[in-house]
């Protein structure tokens, strides 16, 4: 069947069938499916996906001339059929021309309905239907449909007047009429004259009558509209391939506008918002297929049951219900018990959930598509473990139909979708960490603390965060920033937390001295309440109302499944007790990464850490880290603790110091009266730590390196800590991991201290532990060298995004500045700091691996970078044969499914 | 031989010869070598290199184990060539033991002479000589030798006292002794019982009389030597493996202290100062091997010419010098005679300029040593194609006798030596540009400006420069810099210009506010003279005077030949056709990077170029690049006739924005009024370009990517510069460079813009030229995926100093924070800014070149980054197989000395 271009379908026949979606895309494939599976389907044909290309390549004419003979075949086939003829004057054929990609892009291209009409035509159909005023209503919707789309009459914006709608509402006018439904044939008559005209006038040429002609101009239209504005920016979002094209569909019309026994709708097989296995939607009589969607008439309920619903939450009693908004399974029950039968065996058929359209003419039930549902999250889980149980599905299959990203919006709360409705918009940042948040604006971290002991909810907005805000990040509901990315300080800490975030909302300027953020020329002070969806990125004026998240048992079951097929290990990236609590609640295997940094600022460390660091020399520094020393061991002892018999893989300190000193004057003063020294000696030692690439500067192990007594110290806290615990029965299995190693003389250095420091505990305390010392690789240089690095490292975990940052040449602060230009211009497919860039930093990654286990086989290797947590980038791990991945606690769920998700696309 | 330990050598004969340096040393070798060719050598034998390592494997104990049995062997041999016997009370051998490295490493580890000395043995000695003072003295001086080197007693600081001086200043106090040479034999033997009880008062155990135990003492003391603190900071200087070893050369004694018939002293076979081919050297009558060069005596010269040229320079009229300070040609002629013969044979035999010991024991010549010499970067020159034009060497060995990094010094002006001796330091920062400059101190560049326009010379001192201090770069004599390292933009730049440049400065304090610098407590005001010597870092307070360096017509030859072995050819990074001029003049090629930013800082320019920053929209950009366009034209013209013929490599623009605009608020005032908008717009603007880590930030191809008017503009002036060069007769290769590629999107999203904006500008013209373009590869990934970049560039050009930056996660401007520290630790072996760091970096450079071929076979590969003028980096490009690297103009010569050696090496 090589260079076949046209595929017919019709009475149970068909030329392709439901697993050709690559070539006859999905609606092609699954109405040749139908027909071989006995369902009423008008008969058609299917233009392929490869057609498309051609167009693109060689354009329409050549295009036309190559597949005419195919269609005329095609178009035969459906005219014996149906007993009537495309373009006959007496019995004339009518088709609809739609598309049809190879993944769902509902309403991004474009139809075009009675395809066939024209004023002779129209005459033969109102002859042959005895309806006129039907006739000429389709012929007029049909001029009205073929002009915008093919013709180019769509008025280029919103804004601008439809010249067809314009034509209406001056007829309306002149005859004093309401309502298009009162609209006589004699009016649409008119109509059809006028918006020839009309074409006539905007484009110079008649409105085409010759119906061939007007199939050439609909099947190319169809392909032209894969590229245009909407479809491009949904296969952005989507991650649809441009390459993949569209096919076109031409069907023989089926009208649900022929009266009062027939009608058209859409519907599903499950419930898309619940997963709740009940059958429902909507329809419309007397109607033809947009109307459903265009909202004009108020659709009606298909079941009973659902009628009845419906009628309840609109306050409507049953009386009323009954007589203006009956089920269709009470005005036509034939059609109803057909159509309920078709979607049972549709569903069961395709085990899925499905959507479908019909339509029913003069009684007779038609089915024009068929579908996998698009569905909530929530309805996403409950389907799939609901089909399961009804052995519809395996358990693989019930893992592969959950999206690991639509678990997300299990785990924050939302907006209720009713207050949403009526919410004001004023702006719009980057969706940096999921949920919804309502609160009253502070400005200042230790102003959301006070307010939060008030009992106040606030969203903390700033310029930027960083760790100084912590506390108040921790106490607020929401958090927003003009400047960072996906990746910012505030992004990351948010997805952390679980809490809702929006950053980088660059239309926000804001005022520290005046306390207020001036957003479209309207000013908002402290204490005004916002609202925040994290989901979106779209920031609101005013309250909101939100609800919490249901964690049904559906949900915890699944994550069951996940782990019986995945090889990854998921762990979270967790810094204190409370958070890995909640990460070992969303089964987490272990800790990844925990930074000890993060313990620093709390309470009255924070003035041990800044003595540490502006000390003069070593012995000054050994004197702070010595009060440093039991706070830090408790800290380990209570997370050792939390996390008993799982890995906790515990970084050194990491970031440059300068993020720990204070940088406004008061605060330095304050400083240097606690320290007893002179303010102008703090003043010039902060500025001494002030680097111009803090990303690439004095951090990382290189601080462990320069200032070894700090490596000390902690690897001190951390083998105390872990004896601490064993000693009262616990079980610590603890990893020791160097930040920025960039080649091994560094890691070696560091691995002698900290098996030095550790045999000195052992010694003192007679008695041993098991420990494993490690490194990150997250510097370029570590992954090329990695075979030279694994001598000293008993494991890797990949810093993806210090390596991203490296790698790419992208600091994660600043690349808000060009990101949104790139993708706009297809520069990068995604942000790489939110999706691992595989074909670089990738390609890293998997040399590292490749190149550690020649040094060592079974070295361990882990990701514990934000893209752990991301869907393909969790793939991506699975593929690179690494051993974890570790994230979020928040993610956690999210990386079990991708895990084993990977896992069984992998087929083991 | 294999496991042989030990090598004879004396009387014409020897286990060894002189290409065994690794196992011998060079002494060792050298030794072996010269008595072959029957040169008088006092016989000996070396313990090799192997030994040393078994040393630091086993310990002493079992190394003399291993190799006592060879060692008596040899010693017996040693004594039936000498006719005295080891440890005989009779007739005594005594020794002297020497280390000998690989690698000559003058004075770093320790000699032992006299050995075999004792009580009895001293007498014997006193009696055979005649001469009782010089036996004990002999004494003394082993035991104090000895007791330094083996036993531990030399002071730990040079503040200590030496017990063995304090021991000599007692007795000379209380004999009312003035000089050493007046303590009489009596007072010696004094000297040896008090020394002995010294050692025994310290060590706890009596001098060894043993001569055997006294020898394994003293070799093992060598070998431990190897470990020494100044050892090992000699080979990290000088790059010299620690794993080498030492060999221990343990030779009879000859006496140069017998008597007025005999002397000691080390010449040259030509002068190391100049190259000049006159035999030169220093002796001491009745003295030992290292009174020569202690400096307790005045040495005399060995020729009569040298000496009457010393006595000239002294001020010592020729009556004095002959009888004071009289030749040994003067007054031993027949031993002098026979030194001259050797020292020509030597040198004919070695091939190169020899640097001698000798001694002469009662009129009887023995050479102690043979070794190349160390000489000065135009003594080697001169030497190299003088031995050339004599053909004692061909051409290729001409080529490999000169170091390119020496090369250095010709290319430069320097300080008088005389006057420098002089000088007063005051402190120490980076060798960050050489040369030598005097000037007075400024710390703004405007300043800098208007001072040379009134004729001043000027030191520039700022805390780090910015390009906004070009100008005053451009006219001051050197430039001072608080911060930043080897590769700042100081230092850089300063290179670029062949400027002194002293960075990184750590202990001056500047205040620009009181327009001092402080360092060590004293304060420098504006204006006062300073003196920096770039090749040192040394900074002296005062005026130093300088010579300008000799371009003698040997450079310009041994240029010549370089060109005739090197397979790399070599460009210049130069932006202005001055710069330009400077490069062909130095040979290079073609420029292979001009930094078109360099140009927007002059005069108006950058008026326009900050409007254009700081326009709202594309079109407000447009008007001002058409502002720029006619400028960067004729900046392209200039540099396009000056290169006539030579490849020209334009960069795009490069740097982030917020490099061009105002940092102070009055400049931006004025810019407000200039622009004619409100200065708070242009604070909020500037402002927002400001980022965390500019080097990763908004730059390089990311500006035209985002602002594709830029890349038009300075296409279209490169391309209609090119053009009007070429209608004036001119002939133009012109290769448009993408900066900070990192994917092949983004290099090819510029490349369409330059090709559509180079056919406008044909179109225009009617006419068309060639032009190529190509990318940078400085971003890792791009490194990675070079094989998809390579489809879009018809050159990749290493940006080796941001690659460097982005795969070590090294800023250049920050690292001086820790790289002293890991240089010190040995966990960096060099800066990666001066030396490419080949196991790193290098690996990417090497995957990329591969990768980018695998895609176009002939892809041009070049190198612009610093590393272009590293000797060791360029041997590296040569072996990646690069094109050609690229440096400062006042670099190339040292780039085509060691593209050269690079290719000869290889054995090409």
């Known amino acids: 069947m090589e260079g076949k271009r046209v595929y017919t379908f019709g009475n149970k026949c068909a030329e392709g069938n439901g697993k050709m979606k690559e070539l006859l895309g999905g609606k092609g494939a699954n109405l040749a499916e139908m027909n071989l599976i006995g369902i009423p389907v008008p008969p058609g044909f299917t233009i392929t996906t490869e057609v498309c290309a051609e167009f693109y390549k060689h354009g329409m004419t050549e295009t036309i001339a190559i597949m005419r003979n195919e269609v005329e075949r095609a178009m035969a086939y459906v005219e014996k059929l149906i007993g009537k003829k495309f373009g006959d004057e007496k019995n004339p054929l009518l088709v609809s021309v739609r598309s049809g990609a190879r993944a769902s892009m509902p309403g991004m291209m474009d139809t075009i309905l009675n395809l066939g009409l024209n004023d002779k035509t129209v005459v033969s159909i109102a002859d042959l239907s005895g309806n006129e005023r039907f006739a000429w209503d389709s012929y007029r919707r049909f001029i009205q449909m073929y002009g915008d789309v093919v013709l180019g009459m769509k008025p280029e914006s919103k804004e601008d007047h439809d010249p067809f709608e314009e034509i209406i509402d001056n007829l309306k006018e002149r005859k004093n009429i309401k309502l298009d439904t009162d609209l006589k044939a004699e009016d649409l008559k008119e109509l059809a004259v006028e918006f020839k005209n009309a074409v006539k006038a905007k484009t110079g040429k008649e409105f085409p009558s010759d119906p061939w002609e007007q199939l050439w101009g609909a099947v190319c239209a169809v392909f032209s509209s894969w590229m245009n504005e909407r479809a491009v920016l949904y296969r952005k979002l989507n991650n649809i391939p441009a390459e993949w094209g569209t096919a076109v569909n031409v069907q023989a019309m089926v009208f649900g506008n022929m009266g009062t026994n027939s009608a058209t709708g859409v519907a599903f097989t499950r419930d898309a918002g619940t997963g709740e296995n009940v ?83 003069e009684g007779k039930l038609w089915m024009l598509q068929t579908r996998s549902g698009k569905r909530t999250g929530a309805a996403m889980v409950k389907i799939a473990m609901d089909m399961l149980r009804e052995k519809q599905i395996d358990e693989k299959t019930a893992v592969m139909r959950c999206e690991p990203q639509k678990l997300d919006e299990l785990l924050h709360p939302v907006f209720d979708p009713a207050a949403l409705k009526k919410a004001d918009m004023i702006a719009k940042g980057l969706p940096a960490s999921p949920g919804a948040a309502t609160g009253q604006i502070v400005f200042f ?152 940094e993060h313990m620093f600022f709390e309470g009255d460390r924070i003035k041990a850490v800044r003595e540490m660091i502006l000390a003069d020399d070593e012995e000054g520094r050994r004197k702070a880290l010595a009060k440093l020393l039991p706070i830090q061991r408790g800290d380990f002892e209570g997370l050792f603790k939390t996390m008993n018999g799982y890995p906790v893989t515990v970084r050194l300190l990491d970031p440059p110091l300068h993020e720990f000193v204070p940088h406004f004057e008061a605060e330095m ?64 299995h603890v990893e020791i991991m160097v930040p920025l190693v960039g080649n ?36 370029p240089r570590a992954a090329v060298t990695a075979d030279e690095i694994a001598e000293y490292a008993e494991f890797f975990s990949f810093g993806t995004n210090d390596l991203t940052q490296m790698t790419l040449g992208f600091s994660r602060d600043d690349v808000a500045k060009f990101l949104p230009v790139y993708l706009e211009k297809g520069l990068l497919k995604h942000d790489p700091f939110e999706v691992l860039d595989v074909d670089g930093v990738g390609q890293l990654v998997r040399e590292a691996v490749f190149k550690g286990r020649t040094t060592k086989e079974h070295l361990k290797c882990g990701i514990c970078g934000e893209h752990g947590g ?39």
């Not at 969806?533 to 309250?543: D, P, R, V």
């Not at 320290?675 to 601080?703: A, D, Q, W, Y």
């Not at 079990?896 to 069984?904: D, F, G, H, N």
Request: glycine content about 8%; charged content about 25%; aromatic content about 6%.
């Open 669 to 732: 003063r304050e400083m240097a009266e606690d320290m007893g020294v002179s303010f102008e000696k703090i003043k010039t030692r902060i500025e001494s730590l002030s680097e111009t690439n803090p990303m690439l500067g004095h951090r990382g192990c290189r601080l462990g390196n320069t200032y070894p007594e700090i490596t000390e110290m902690q690897t001190c806290a951390i083998i105390e800590a872990a004896m601490n615990v064993e000693a009262k029965g616990g079980e610590v």
């Open 445 to 596: 971290a230790d102003d959301a603390e006070k307010w939060a002991a008030e009992g106040k909810n606030t969203i903390l907005v700033r310029v930027e965060t960083s760790p100084e805000d912590l506390k108040g990040m921790t106490v607020a509901r929401g958090i927003l920033t003009a400047r960072g990315g996906m990746t910012s300080h505030a992004a990351v800490v948010a997805r952390g937390m679980g809490k809702c975030c929006v950053s980088g909302a660059g239309e926000i300027v804001i005022s520290y001295k005046d306390r207020t953020m001036t957003v479209g020329g309207k000013i908002y002070k402290e204490g005004d309440w916002i609202s925040l969806n994290g989901s979106t990125g779209l920031i609101y004026t005013g309250k909101i109302a939100t609800k919490d998240p249901e964690m049904t048992g559906d949900f915890a079951e699944l994550m069951k499944l996940t782990d019986k097929y995945a090889h990854l290990k998921v762990r979270a990236n967790a810094d204190v007790p409370r958070d890995a609590e909640v990460a070992m609640g969303f089964g987490a295997q272990g800790i990844g990464l925990c930074r000890t």
């Open 744 to 779: 091994n003389k560094e890691l070696k250095y560091q691995k002698d201290i900290i098996d030095k420091t550790a045999a000195e505990v052992f010694a003192e305390r007679n008695r041993i532990i098991k420990y494993q010392v490690g490194t990150m690789i997250e510097v």
């Open 870 to 908: 991301e869907p393909s980038s969790v793939e991506f791990c699975h593929y690179a044969g690494l051993n974890y991945v570790s994230c979020s606690p928040f993610r956690v769920p999210i990386a079990r499914l991708a895990a084993a998700r990977a896992a069984i696309k992998q087929g083991i």
């Open 279 to 361: 059958f429902n939607g909507e329809y419309l009589v007397n109607a033809q297929g947009e109307d459903v969607v265009a909202g004009i008439r108020t659709p009606q309920q298909i079941t009973m049951q659902g009628s009845r619903r419906w009628a309840e939450l609109q306050c409507i009693k049953e009386e009323e219900r009954a007589r203006k908004y009956p089920s269709l399974e009470e005005v036509m029950p034939a059609a109803y018990k057909e159509l309920f039968e078709i979607q049972e065996h549709l569903e069961e058929y395709f085990s899925d959930m499905q959507d479908i359209e019909f339509t029913i003419q």
